[in-house]
Each structure stands twice: as structure tokens, then as C-alpha cells.
């Protein structure tokens, strides 16, 4: 028997757990934090490593690491994705759960923080043989994922039908035609999943971008927007700021990057994605260095890709007013402080790209009371809760005098500290 190790290069050093731990201290000083509640904060509840050894109908075996992190379950089970990419480490996981703590307590949901990776790449794999590994991974996680412990959804490198995956891994294994209470989120909608589940993330950002933009008695109709990565997130951005009027001049992704001053066709650069795998070569725009897509002319920048993609070599190229954190961590706090200094509004990723959990939040509520939410009440239920939550942040910003990203975390991080006392000294 064959075997491959499908994380051969060891991930890169994790920025995202050192961003999530500079923010965190930050709110912790402003607030007068306990050093215990401070402490405690700082360290995943629980972080779990698994080793998967899937077999394939080949013979080879398939060998990889993946790992579930539990930040917080103070004000309810831990909520977060499950990616899959060579740059998942522990400490990235750690990280992207804890930040999922604040961001569940921002936008109001009774959910914790939590994160699953898995180590490999998952552009190497056959649709087979990714489905081999994630059954093997919700075998193995199985003990560790629960609708009152751990709920993943989708992420980098993982979509619905791994969700769907995940979803019969378990009601199998308990002997039962669906799972008893809602396990993952992010299923296909003949699955248990929810309408508009999909777009929520990419919707839930331009929801935000739109009340900034009113905020500084902008309109968006006109806007000239930077569009950093092309998957879910971005696509969804960008198709829904066309259809408000907006300009989509630049986009860039892994396989390179596009230009056009008038603005391009968004519908047509999906069609020319699913069937090329890529931007690279679309008609309709000229081609770009995708290094280069931060230093364009434009009013808006949204990075919606990978995290610290901005940093202090190139935070001070960017020419926009306006930057929508569509992806996670997508700033170091070195960027973040250069692109404050500078008066660009900034509107933070816990915020801007919340939509995902709060719609998952929807599909766990419906699974739970065996509903079935229509799209109409959805996509209203998702605006409000967007615009609100940007409002409340903004008053704290105005009221205190402070940066959104440090509002943000002062409300999240304060309604978690309020949990930790609401709970008790004492288990």
C-alpha cells in the first residue's frame, strides 16, 4: 500500500493567532479586563489534533493532520469552519477561532468560537478522494462535533457538499436518518440546509459597505471597488455592488489578476471562471499582477482571500478610502494602524463578513424546530441584523473616539466577559 502525505511542507508561521492576541489585549486594556479573564481569553478552551489515514479504492493511503479548536463556549456551542489548505497549522486555527468568538458575540448569536483545518491542498485532490478525506475526518472528529458542542460549516476549501458529507458521516454512524439537532451548517438545502446560506457572507459585506457609505454620504451607485479574491465572498461582492451601480475595476486571485477602468462584466467573469478554473485570461478586462491589485485607483478595497494579505510593505499603496475586511485576519496590526493614521475607514472582518454565521445561525434554529425559512426572510432578516449591528458599532466608535475595528472588539470581547461573570467563578 502506497502512501501520501498530503502535508508534506510544514504551513507557514501563523500571523492570524498574533493579530487575534494584539486585538484581544488591546480591548482587554481599554475594558479594565481581570488578568484572569484576560488570561484565560488568550488560550483555546480545548484544541484537539487529529492524524486521518483514508484509504482509497486504489490502495494509496492518504496521510494528514487536522486540527478542531474550541476558543470559547461561554455563551454557547462553538461555531466556525473547516478549511482545508497547506497553510493550516495549529496556531492559524487558533486564531481564526478565536476571532470566531468575537464575531459570533458582535453579531449576536448564541454561539461560541471555534475552528477546524485540515493540512493539505485540496486543489491536488480528485472530488473522490476529497470525499474520502473529509469522511475520514468526521469519523475521527465525530466525539469532538455536536449542536451543543462544536458545529463547523464551510470554509476555505470546503463547500456544502462536504457539509453534506460531514452530515451523513454522523447520522449513519448513529443509526438514524438524519442527525438529532442541527451538527453542520452550510448543507445543501435538500439536506436540512438554508436558502441564501451560500451568499450570506458576500452579502452581508456590501449590507456593511452600504451603511458606511451612507455613513460618509457616499452612494455606492458609482463606486469604483478593488476585489481581492474571486470565490464565494468576493464573487458574491462584487455581482451584488454591480447590481447597486458600483464598478468593479479590479480583481485578482491566485491565478493572476484584471483591470478595467469602466468596470467589468461580473456575470460574464463568473462564466469564464467555472469554466477556466481562473481569471486569468478573461476578455473583458486587461491583465494585472495580482501583487498589484491593492495599488489600483479605486474608492473601495475589499481583500476577501486569504488573511494578513495587507501589511506595513504595502498598507501604504493603497489608494482607497474604504476597506471592507470580506476575508478573515485579512490585515496585520501593523497595516491596520498605518491605514488608520492615513483616515481610511475601515470596516473590521468580525463585522463586515459576519453574514456567514448569522445565516448559519438561521439554519441551526430551523434544523433545531424542523422549519424551513424562505430566501425573502432570509436575505430581510440578514440586512437588518447587518445594518444594526453596524450601527451600534459606529455610535460606540463615535461615543468613545475610537477606530470601528476597536469598537467592534470592546462590545464583543465585553459581552464575553460579561458571560465568563454571568457564569460564575465556580464549574
Not at 177 to 200: N, W, Y
Not at 201 to 228: D, F, M, N, Y
Request: aromatic share 4%; net charge neutral; glycine share 12%.
Amino acid at each position: 500500500m502506497s502512501t501520501t502525505a498530503l502535508a508534506s511542507v510544514t504551513p507557514a508561521a501563523s500571523q492570524a493567532l498574533e493579530t487575534a492576541r494584539h486585538h484581544l489585549a488591546a480591548a482587554a486594556d481599554r475594558l479594565g479586563l481581570p488578568d484572569a479573564i484576560r488570561r484565560r481569553l488568550m488560550l483555546p478552551k480545548e484544541q484537539i489534533t487529529l492524524q486521518l489515514h483514508p484509504v482509497l479504492p486504489c490502495g494509496k493511503s492518504l496521510e494528514c493532520t487536522a486540527y478542531i479548536v474550541r476558543h470559547s463556549d461561554v455563551l454557547g456551542p462553538a461555531k466556525g469552519g473547516i478549511r482545508m489548505s497547506t497553510r493550516v497549522s495549529a496556531d492559524s486555527v487558533a486564531g481564526l477561532a478565536m476571532e470566531m468568538t468575537w464575531k459570533t458575540a458582535l453579531i449576536g448569536v448564541p454561539f461560541g468560537g471555534g475552528k477546524s483545518g485540515i493540512a493539505c491542498d485540496p486543489a491536488s485532490l480528485t472530488p473522490d478522494e476529497k470525499e474520502l478525506l473529509i469522511r475520514a475526518f468526521a469519523r475521527s472528529a465525530h466525539r469532538h462535533i455536536g449542536p451543543e458542542v462544536y458545529v463547523p460549516a464551510p470554509d476555505m476549501g470546503t463547500g456544502e457538499e462536504e457539509m453534506g458529507y460531514i452530515r451523513d458521516c454522523v447520522s449513519h454512524s448513529e443509526g438514524v436518518s438524519i442527525t438529532r439537532g442541527c451538527f453542520v451548517t452550510g448543507k445543501p438545502v435538500i439536506l436540512g440546509g438554508i436558502h441564501g446560506r451560500r451568499e450570506a457572507t458576500g452579502k452581508g459585506v456590501v449590507h456593511t459597505l452600504a451603511a458606511a457609505c451612507r455613513h460618509l454620504g457616499w452612494e455606492i451607485s458609482g463606486l469604483r471597488v478593488a476585489v481581492q479574491g474571486f470565490g464565494n465572498v468576493g464573487a458574491v461582492a462584487a455581482q451584488e455592488l454591480c447590481a447597486r451601480g458600483a464598478r468593479i475595476v479590479a480583481v485578482a486571485d491566485l491565478t493572476g489578476g484584471l483591470y478595467a477602468e469602466g468596470g467589468m462584466d461580473i456575470s460574464a467573469l463568473q462564466t469564464h471562471v467555472r469554466a477556466t478554473g481562473g481569471l486569468s485570461g478573461f476578455p473583458g478586462a486587461n491583465p494585472l499582477p495580482p501583487e498589484a491589485i491593492f495599488e489600483q485607483d479605486c474608492d473601495v478595497v475589499i481583500p476577501a482571500a486569504s488573511g494578513s494579505q495587507i501589511h506595513k510593505g504595502n498598507a501604504g499603496k493603497i489608494r482607497a478610502r474604504i476597506v471592507a475586511e470580506g476575508a478573515n485576519v485579512p490585515l496585520t496590526p501593523e497595516a491596520d494602524a498605518i491605514l488608520s493614521k492615513a483616515g481610511v475607514f475601515i470596516i473590521p472582518d468580525i463585522l463586515c463578513n459576519a453574514g456567514g454565521v448569522f445565516v448559519s445561525y438561521l439554519e441551526y434554529a430551523q434544523e433545531t424546530q424542523r422549519e424551513q425559512m424562505s430566501l425573502k426572510e432570509v436575505e430581510e432578516r440578514l440586512r437588518e441584523r447587518m445594518e444594526s449591528t453596524f450601527t451600534e458599532v459606529l455610535a460606540y466608535s463615535v461615543a468613545h473616539n475610537l477606530p470601528m475595528r476597536a469598537a467592534a472588539m470592546d462590545i464583543a470581547v465585553g459581552r464575553v466577559a460579561e458571560g465568563i461573570h454571568a457564569r460564575g467563578a465556580h464549574p
